[in-house]
C-alpha cells in the first residue's frame, strides 16, 4: 500500500475521494460498535471509521488494533455528522470510511503516554531509555522540524554570503591546553593516540593559509567534561572563519545570520545592530560575562562608601583593594529561612563566607550587620538602591571578579524566586541580543602561577594594548567577542593572530609552554603562517543551543534527537559498555581500575 495524501492534509475539498493512508495508532474509540482510529504521522491527525457492519471482515481485523501500531488504510473521505466537527485539526471536518486494512505492526503498550501533557510528566530517564517512542511526541518531533529549519537557515545564509562548507576531521591530535579530550587509541600505531576534535579552530586556520577566504561548517565537536542541561560530551557547532575581515565585519555578518535565522524559523524581527558591552562593564552591572538584561536588579558598587565603615569586614575588604557590591531583589523581603539558606550555600560554593543581607519589613532594617552601618551609609544604600518596604538586599565583600561573580549568580536566582512569586516577569522571548566584547587575553592561575589564554591561545591581542604583554599581559585586551542570549553565550569567537612571531611569542613567552611542547603541538601551524597567512578571524556558535532558545526550552537534551544523560550515558543504547579482551590487545591497552 502507498500513501496517498499524509494525515494532516485531507479536507472537505477531498469528499468522495478515495484515498490511502500509512501511520500509527493515535487512539481508538469504541461508538457502539463503529470503531474510530485517529491515525497519526508525522505531518498529523486523520479520523479513521471502521464500520464491522458494512465490512465484516475490516472489523474483524480492526477489533485487534492497539494504540501505536502502524497500519495502512485505504478508503472513501466522507464528512463528518453534525456536531462532530473538531475545529482544532485541519483535517477535522472529514474522515475516511475505511474499505482496506493492512496491519504492519501490533505495538505493545507504552511505558508512558506520549502525548505532550503526559510525556512531560515522565521522569527524563525513562524518555532517554524509550526516546524512540519520546520523539514521536508532538513537542519532539517539532524541536527535530525546528533544528532541521535552523540548519537549513544557517546553510542558505552562508551560500549566500559566498562562503563554502568543509568537513574536517574527527580524528585530531591531542592538545591538552583545552578542555579534557577524548582520546582514541591507534592500532596501527601502538601507544600512541588521536583526540576526537574539541573544534575545528586549527583546521579553520589552515582553511585561511590555504585560501579558501569564507569558510563554514555545521561541526561535531566533542569534550569530556561534566554535563549539565546546556552541555553535552557531543555537540554541534556552527564553525565560520574568514579572511580580511575586522571585528566590525564579523558583528555586521553575525548579526544578519541571526536575524535570518529567527525570520526564518519563528518568523519574528529581531533588531540590528545588537548593543556592544565590554566585559567589564558586564561583569559590573551584572556579575557574569553571559548577562541576561531582560530585567534589572543590577549590581551597585559601595566600595568607597564603606572604607571607613564602622563594619569591619566591609572595610578591610575596602581597604584591602576588594570591592563591595550590593543588589536590590525588590519585593524580596518574604522570603523564607529555607531559600534564604539556599542562597547563602550558593554564595560559599563560589567562595563567599556568607551572604550579608538586609530585608526591609514592616518599616525596620532586619540584619545581623545593620547595627555596624552609619546613617550616612544607611542614606548612600536608599538613595542608590532605591530601597523601599519589602524589599531584600544583597551584599558581597571580596576581589572585584569574586565579587562580581557572586553577586551576579545570587542576582539570577532572586529573580527565579521573583518569578515564581509572580512579582516579576521574564519571558523567555523577548530576544535581547547583545556583543559582550574586550575580554582581557590573559588571566592569571594562581594555582600554578602562569597565565592562561581567557578564551584561546590564537586570539590576536587588541593593537594598542600588545605592548603589556611583557611587562603586564593582565592588562591587555583580546580581540575576542562572545554574543549572548538571555543570559545564554550563543557563540564566540576572535580575530586571530596570523603572524607566526607573535604566535610564538604567546606561547613561549606569556604562556610558558616549553619551546619543545610548543614545535609538537602547533609546529606545523607555526610553519604554516611562514607561507603567507592572511589576516583571518572567525566564531562559532553552539546550534544545540540556539535551537534550545529557538523551541524555548531549557535543556539542549529536548533538541538532540539522541542525547547523553548528566551521567555521560545512553540509556536507550546501553552504552558506554565493556569491550572484549581481544579488542583491547588489538589496541595495545590494558584496563587498570581506580581502587
Known amino acids: 500500500m502507498h500513501r496517498s495524501h499524509h494525515c494532516a492534509q485531507l479536507t472537505p475539498t477531498d469528499l468522495g475521494a478515495t484515498v490511502s493512508l500509512l501511520g500509527w495508532v493515535d487512539s481508538i474509540r469504541d461508538h457502539g460498535g463503529i470503531l474510530f482510529i485517529d491515525l497519526r504521522d508525522r505531518k498529523g491527525i486523520t ?9 465484516p471482515a475490516i472489523g474483524e481485523q480492526a477489533a485487534h488494533l492497539k494504540p501505536e501500531s502502524v497500519i495502512g488504510i485505504k478508503g472513501k473521505v466522507v464528512a463528518r455528522p453534525e456536531g462532530t466537527v473538531n475545529a482544532a485539526l485541519p483535517t477535522g471536518g472529514v474522515e475516511v470510511d475505511a474499505t482496506e486494512l493492512t496491519i504492519h505492526n501490533i505495538s505493545d503498550t507504552p511505558p508512558f503516554p506520549l502525548d505532550d501533557v503526559g510525556g512531560d510528566k515522565v521522569n527524563e530517564d525513562m524518555r532517554l531509555t524509550y526516546r524512540y517512542l519520546d520523539l514521536r511526541r508532538p513537542k519532539m518531533r517539532k524541536n527535530l522540524h525546528v533544528r532541521h529549519k535552523a ?28 578542555a579534557r579530550e577524548y582520546l582514541v587509541p591507534s592500532r596501527i600505531h601502538p601507544g600512541q593516540f588521536y583526540a576526537l576534535s574539541q573544534s575545528p579552530q586549527q583546521f579553520k586556520q589552515i582553511l585561511m593559509v590555504a585560501g579558501v577566504e569564507k569558510y563554514f561548517q555545521i561541526a561535531r565537536c566533542f569534550r569530556d567534561e561534566d554535563l549539565r542541561s546546556d552541555r ?45 558591552m565590554p566585559f567589564h562593564d558586564a561583569m559590573n552591572r551584572f556579575g557574569v560575562d553571559k548577562p541576561d538584561v531582560r530585567f534589572g536588579m543590577e549590581l551597585v558598587d559601595f566600595t568607597e562608601l564603606f572604607k571607613t565603615s564602622g563594619f569591619k569586614v566591609f572595610a578591610s575588604t575596602a581597604t584591602g583593594g576588594g570591592a563591595i557590591k550590593a543588589i536590590n531583589a525588590k519585593g524580596l523581603a518574604d522570603l523564607t529561612q529555607g531559600e534564604l539558606k539556599t542562597l547563602e550555600e550558593i554564595a560559599k560554593s563560589l567562595g563567599a563566607k556568607g551572604l550579608a543581607f538586609i530585608k526591609v519589613e514592616g518599616g525596620e532594617w532586619k540584619s545581623p550587620i545593620v547595627k555596624f552601618f552609619s546613617e550616612t551609609e544607611k542614606a548612600a544604600l536608599t538613595a542608590q538602591l532605591g530601597v523601599t518596604e519589602g524589599d531584600m538586599i544583597f551584599f558581597a565583600a571580596a576581589p572585584w571578579e569574586k565579587a562580581c561573580a557572586i553577586l551576579g549568580r545570587i542576582r539570577l536566582e532572586a529573580a527565579q524566586l521573583l518569578v515564581k512569586r509572580g512579582k516579576m516577569t521574564i519571558r523567555h522571548d523577548d530576544w535581547k541580543f547583545l556583543w559582550v566584547v574586550d575580554f582581557p587575553l590573559m588571566s592569571h592561575d594562581e594555582a600554578e602561577n602562569r597565565y592562561v589564554a581567557t578564551h584561546h591561545p590564537f586570539t590576536a591581542p587588541v593593537a594598542e594594548d600588545a605592548a603589556y604583554l611583557d611587562s603586564d599581559p593582565k592588562k591587555v585586551r583580546g580581540q575576542h567577542y562572545d554574543v549572548v542570549l538571555n543570559g545564554m553565550e550563543l557563540g564566540g569567537g576572535s580575530i586571530r593572530i596570523h603572524n607566526p612571531a607573535m604566535q610564538k611569542k604567546i ?65 536507550m543504547a546501553q552504552s558506554p559498555t565493556p569491550v572484549t579482551a581481544k579488542q583491547l590487545k588489538d589496541l595495545h591497552i590494558a584496563i587498570v581500575m581506580p581502587e
Open 47 to 55: 479520523q479513521v471509521m471502521f464500520d464491522p457492519k458494512a465490512n
Open 151 to 178: 540548519a537549513k537557515s544557517i546553510r542558505d545564509y552562508f551560500d549566500s554570503q559566498e562562503f563554502i562548507e568543509v568537513e574536517t576531521p574527527a580524528l585530531f591530535k591531542s592538545t591538552p591546553e583545552g
Open 232 to 276: 553535552q560530551m557531543e555537540f554541534t557547532q556552527v564553525d565560520v572563519e574568514a579572511s580580511f575581515v575586522t571585528r566590525e565585519d564579523i558583528y555586521a555578518l553575525f548579526e544578519g545570520m541571526l536575524k535570518k535565522l529567527w525570520q526564518d524559523v519563528l518568523g519574528q524581527d529581531i533588531s540590528t545592530p545588537f548593543v556592544r
Open 507 to 571: 606561547f613561549e613567552d606569556v604562556l610558558k609552554i616549553p619551546a619543545d611542547v610548543v614545535e609538537s603541538r602547533f609546529g606545523y601551524m607555526l610553519k604554516a603562517f611562514t607561507y603567507g597567512a592572511p589576516p583571518h578571524g572567525g566564531i562559532a556558535f553552539g546550534l544545540d543551543r540556539m535551537c534550545a532558545l529557538l523551541c524555548g526550552t531549557t535543556s539542549i537534551r529536548d533538541v538532540i534527537a539522541f542525547p547523553k544523560t548528566q551521567k555521560g550515558q545512553d540509556l
